[in-house]
């Protein structure tokens, strides 16, 4: 396998909203190498967000990357609004996709990286044919719609499986702690999104530090 690198994507979901712009920073400056966005319409997920106009504020403020992590219904409709609004990565769930395919095509087009991911009860295989036309998939930890809730291990195999099948960038949402990270990296998982984790912290560099430090399975280095 060739060298993955360890990332950490703090989910601003469970940042302090009243302070966006300072949260952002504090993130920043912990060493995160990206910034996790969720955007949740009331349909596809229990839960109402944000869209693009906040991302667009958020754009303002970092020079991070913004992967947008769109748990919505129609995914297809919102492509353009989301990558005009400054998104680097536009991760959609294949639950939702008529057309994974057109979707991949449409994210390219705006020159986006794109991610797939699945909720708990998706099967690996769904996405297989996905596989070597995106950059990162994103396996969910717990059901999507809220932070703040338990690490699902039953999810475990589904990231074996598809790392057998991928080099690119899995990442694990949901439930993360630096022990759940190690779990999730020792089934070849080297992405970390942590909400509650991360902004639960006083000291977010040093808890970024520590899963910087995860080793990955299967990875030579
Ligand atoms: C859940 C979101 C997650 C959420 C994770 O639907 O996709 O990104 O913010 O939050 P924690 O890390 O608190 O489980
Ligand atoms: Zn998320």
Avoid: C, W
């Avoid at 950059?135 to 699902?152: C, Y």
């Amino acid at each position: 396998m060739s060298k993955l690198k360890i990332k950490v994507a703090p989910s601003l979901l469970a940042a302090d909203f009243s302070s966006l712009a300072s949260e952002i920073k504090r993130a920043e400056r912990s060493g995160a190498d990206m910034l996790h966005v969720d955007v949740m319409d009331g349909h596809f997920v229990k839960n109402i967000t944000l869209g693009p106009f906040i991302v667009r504020a958020m754009r303002k403020v970092t020079n991070l990357s913004l992967i947008a992590h769109l748990m919505i219904e129609n995914p297809e409709k919102y492509i353009e609004a989301f990558a005009r609004a400054g998104s680097d990565m536009i991760i959609f769930h294949i639950e939702t996709a008529k057309s994974p395919k057109g979707l991949i095509r449409s994210i390219r087009k705006f020159k986006k990286k794109v991610g797939v991911s699945l909720k708990p009860k998706t099967k690996a295989n769904t996405i297989k044919p996905l596989l070597p036309l995106v950059d990162e998939v994103l396996v969910m930890t717990v059901e999507p719609g809220f932070g703040g809730q338990g690490f699902m291990r039953s999810q475990l195999p589904k990231i074996k499986e598809i790392r057998k099948n991928y080099k690119g960038d899995i990442a694990v949402d949901g439930g993360i702690t630096y022990e759940t990270a190690k779990l999730a990296a020792s089934m070849g998982a080297n992405v970390f999104a942590a909400g509650t984790y991360l902004f639960g912290s006083m000291d977010m560099k040093n808890l970024v530090s520590r899963l910087k430090g995860i080793r990955i399975r299967g990875d030579k280095g």
